[in-house]
């Protein structure tokens, strides 16, 4: 069964630092891209980032480029997500999640259950 | 990377189908015909219902639909039934080698 659980979420005051990790199973990792999605609480979803294969391509929302940073350890099934500087607006359920298929934008498919971050004094 | 644009809600009596539109540009919906679309009930980790604009996953009901004209990408519930209330948001690749998600739409059964 492909399953992804996210792990790392708790309460960080505002400027302060978390790392988010996922955990994947049931696939070939190492052949899909990933990505992180969140949340805010009774608000839409918002995509934050993607990273290949290889990590050879990177991309973030403009929202949280130049704070978070994502990567990838491919031997151990394992996708991070190093959210620094971060700010209130930053709180939400972060969900970690696969592309449909190989290769192709083809939409996202499994997500995992997500992990909640809150940023505040 | 504005958000696509969705109604609000949307409300059908059970049986009767409804439709959902997702407004993009030129840079996201109506340059890739990678337009997916998703469910999410309460508390619940987002479903992806369709792919490639048009396309079902395996498990998906077919009552579930989807199109594209130009910049406007829509979903439709036919048949609707009270399972299908929840909140449905869009998503396209963006010609930024980013993604994009509408605001949602709540689909209420009357």
């Known amino acids: 069964e492909v399953e992804l659980v996210e792990s790392g979420g708790g309460l960080v005051q505002p400027g302060g630092s978390l790392r988010l990790s996922c955990a994947a199973s049931?696939?070939?990792?190492?052949?899909?891209?990933m990505h992180w999605v969140r949340q805010a609480p009774g608000k839409g979803l918002e995509w934050v980032s993607s990273?290949?294969?290889?990590?050879?391509?990177?991309h973030y929302a403009d929202s949280v480029k130049g704070r978070f940073t994502v990567s990838r350890d491919n031997p151990k099934n394992s996708l991070f997500l190093q959210m620094n500087r971060l700010r209130d607006e930053d709180t939400a359920v972060y969900y970690c999640?696969?592309?449909?298929?190989?290769?192709?934008?083809?939409?996202?498919?499994?997500w995992g259950q997500g992990t909640l971050v809150t940023v505040s004094s | 990377q504005s958000a696509l644009t969705q109604p609000a809600s949307v409300s059908g009596s059970p049986g009767q189908s409804i439709t959902i539109s997702c407004i993009g540009t030129?840079?996201?919906?109506?340059?890739?015909?990678?337009v997916s679309w998703y469910q999410e009930h309460p508390g619940k980790a987002p479903k992806l219902v369709i792919y490639?604009?048009?396309n079902r996953p395996s498990g998906i009901s077919d009552r579930f639909s989807g199109s594209k004209s130009g910049n406007t990408a829509s979903l439709t519930i036919s048949g609707l039934q009270a399972e299908d209330e929840a909140d449905y948001y869009c998503?396209?690749?963006?010609?930024?080698?980013?993604?994009?998600f509408g605001g949602g739409t709540k689909v209420t059964d009357l």
């Open positions: 998503s396209s690749y963006t010609s930024s080698n980013t993604w994009v």
């Open positions: 990273i290949t294969t290889s990590s050879t391509y990177i």
């Open positions: 030129s840079s996201d919906i109506g340059d890739y015909n990678y």
């Open positions: 999640v696969r592309d449909r298929i190989e290769i192709w934008p083809s939409g996202f498919d499994p």
């Open positions: 049931g696939f070939t990792f190492s052949s899909y891209r």
């Open positions: 490639d604009v048009s």
